[in-house]
């Protein structure tokens, strides 16, 4: 059990030039939050097929892409919380049509309705709530998520495919749409890229299904970690482990990327996966099921020290909270 007194948090990070993180909502907000000394080296490629909620009513209604996913990873990582960034989280109580819209998804979708790139929109907001890391969104078209099931049907819609009793098939993109264009950047110049955490199938890997994405995987000589949920999500997703999440994440791009992966320390380990395994308690104080910032925060910078400085020697790391 490796000895994590003195142990420096970002030493291995500060390292790094480049980082890139992919998910959505709540998860992929958690990670750019533990991650946000990085500033500018740090991006967030963020999922926008949502159809719940504020984002879904707003879709609807008006089209274009999901915001809420956006706007959270935005909320998370601010640094310094101001009028500004209380104004953009706002949410409107009561009855009347209002009622339920979040603030943030009204702006970042006016902005949209002026025909100002979403990617550009959402660097307006970064600049004004005075975020220095990227936020991109995974396209900056239109697209829902969708999922073959076995009888050979399909739904489309991310609130349908976590409601389905039994795991879909597949999952897929309706329309084809093309990832942004800077993302792809992103990726090209990323050292590390990191997966999760967040709901698998609709948060996790809408992103990894665009083609252009989906190459960029394929060719990248980055460090790719995945982190695994800190309790077993609701939905078709619960029924997949570890390994099988690994390996769906391998089909679909079509080759093993995954080089490491971080875990809760009572996860169930399987030696078929090949990889480094950090695992250890990473759960907040306050609410059980996230990920504590400084905790997370050490656990990727340990498991980068690994990758990136012992790259061939496979090996289990456990980690004590206390120790770091």
């Known amino acids: 059990m490796a000895d994590f007194k003195g142990y420096q948090q970002h030493e291995n990070l500060s390292r790094i030039t480049k980082i890139v993180a992919i998910g959505g909502g709540h998860g992929l907000g958690r990670v750019m939050s533990a991650l946000s000394f990085m500033k500018?080296?740090?991006?967030?490629?963020?999922?926008?097929?949502?159809?719940?909620?504020s984002t879904g009513r707003i879709r609807t209604a008006q089209g274009g892409i999901a915001w809420g996913d956006l706007r959270n990873c935005l909320n998370q990582i601010i640094t310094e919380p101001s009028t500004a960034s209380a104004l953009f989280e706002y949410r409107f109580s009561g009855n009347g049509e209002l009622a339920g819209h979040n603030l943030g998804n009204l702006m970042l979708?006016?902005?949209?309705?002026?025909?100002?790139?979403?990617?550009?929109?959402?660097?307006?907001?970064?600049?004004?709530?005075?975020?220095?890391?990227?936020?991109?969104?995974?396209?900056?078209?239109s697209v829902h998520l969708a999922a073959e099931l076995g009888c050979g049907s399909s739904v489309i819609g991310e609130v349908s495919i976590d409601n389905l009793a039994d795991l879909p098939k597949s999952v897929f993109l309706v329309p084809?749409?093309?990832?942004?264009?800077?993302?792809?950047?992103?990726?090209?110049?990323?050292?590390?890229?990191l997966f999760g955490p967040g709901s698998f199938l609709t948060s996790i890997m809408p992103p990894i299904l665009l083609p252009e994405i989906m190459e960029q995987l394929q060719r990248s000589q980055a460090?790719?970690?995945?982190?695994?949920?800190?309790s077993t999500e609701s939905g078709p997703?619960?029924?997949?482990?570890?390994?099988?999440?690994?390996?769906?994440?391998?089909?679909?791009?079509?080759k093993p990327i995954i080089d490491g992966a971080i875990v809760p320390s009572d996860a169930a380990l399987d030696e078929q996966l090949h990889l480094k395994i950090l695992a250890g308690r990473l759960n907040?104080?306050?609410?059980?099921?996230?990920?504590?910032?400084t905790l997370?925060?050490?656990?990727?910078?340990?498991?980068?020290?690994?990758?990136v400085e012992k790259p061939n020697i496979s090996q289990q790391i456990q980690m004590e909270a206390t120790n770091i």
Not at 176 to 193: W, Y
């Open 40 to 53: 500018e080296r740090l991006t967030g490629i963020v999922t926008t097929t949502d159809n719940g909620g």
């Open 109 to 141: 979708k006016a902005l949209e309705d002026m025909h100002i790139r979403p990617t550009e929109a959402v660097n307006l907001i970064r600049d004004l709530l005075r975020v220095k890391s990227f936020i991109v969104p995974m396209s900056e078209e």
């Open 176 to 193: 084809n749409v093309t990832a942004t264009a800077e993302a792809i950047q992103a990726l090209k110049e990323a050292e590390i890229i």
């Open 223 to 230: 460090k790719k970690i995945f982190i695994d949920n800190l």
């Open 237 to 254: 997703a619960a029924r997949l482990s570890l390994t099988d999440r690994i390996q769906w994440i391998h089909k679909t791009v079509g």
């Open 284 to 293: 907040a104080d306050d609410f059980s099921y996230r990920h504590d910032r």
């Open 296 to 307: 997370l925060c050490s656990a990727i910078d340990a498991l980068v020290g690994e990758l």
